[in-house]
DNA sequence: GTGTCTGCAAACGATTTGCAAATTA
DNA sequence: TAATTTGCAAATCGTTTGCAGACAC
């Protein structure tokens, strides 16, 4: 795709064949995946596919702020090509990870705790995650 | 300490010797630690304290709600005894970790996205972590 | 005494590292 | 051809598991 071509270009990242592989298929499957889901799913389209090379590539991602680590499970890290402002909610029966928007209020929380940090704190990053059950698992 | 062993029986768990070590050291030391931090702390006043009943006990102070588990490092879980609302800030220099209350603000933010949520997702447990450097580390 | 709790050692699994081959500018 | 990227294999490290001995009601 031209598209994902172009933002890993803007984000000065070299778009080789993996790297486009990997934020495709992180933008076309919004299901939040790990290294290993990730892996297997592009695997038999990229027999030569390494696992070494899905960590070198999410972590250069996510370095430049392309995609983000989503820490909410208990052991491994997942992944989500969506930098929009967005919640987290993990169903704790079927680990479905579902993003919810806000509809009132677009302004991202966290602008709320800024008078709150001491002085001389320096946000990069932030990150609201929710645990609970879906209502198909309810 | 009394107090200590009155949380852990209201919660239905029995204070053993090294429950009680292990909640006084959290909320003594408020200082989110991991396991290995826990460990090597309280193994030399108590010899025989294994890394199992670490992990052992902090996941049933977890399950039971007396603690909560802090999923903001990529590798390792740390944890915190304090339960009242408040969210995390990581200095990704010094890899401490402050909590920040809300002063303006007591009602946990969650709230705002309630209705955002998908009907029928019932939430048990949420967390806010902010990523970025603080005061010391700039 | 019976059920619970502890702790050792081994296993497991996610991630990192070293390095050589392949690729690209 | 020089710098970057990839990928294999081995290592690392946080966490879990199996099980036997210790402890508590």
Not at 28 to 33: D, Y
Not at 57 to 62: C, I
Not at 83 to 94: N, Q, W
Request: hydrophobic share 35%; aromatic share 12%.
């Amino acid at each position: 795709m031209k598209e994902y071509n172009k933002i890993l270009k803007d984000a000065n990242i070299r778009p080789s064949i993996q790297r486009l592989a990997i934020f495709a298929f992180l933008k076309e499957n919004k299901i939040h995946p790990d290294v290993e889901t990730i892996f297997t799913q592009l695997s038999p389209l990229y027999p030569t596919l390494s696992r070494t090379t899905v960590y070198n590539t999410l972590q250069l991602f996510e370095e430049n702020k392309i995609i983000q680590a989503v820490k909410i499970d208990d052991d491994k890290i997942r992944y989500d090509a969506d930098t929009s402002y967005h919640i987290h909610f993990k169903c704790c029966k079927c680990n479905r990870i579902f993003d919810v928007y806000n509809k009132e209020n677009t302004e991202p929380f966290i602008n709320n705790f800024k008078n709150d940090l001491p002085s001389g704190f320096v946000i990069n990053n932030f990150q609201t995650n929710v645990w609970g059950v879906c209502s198909e698992c309810h």
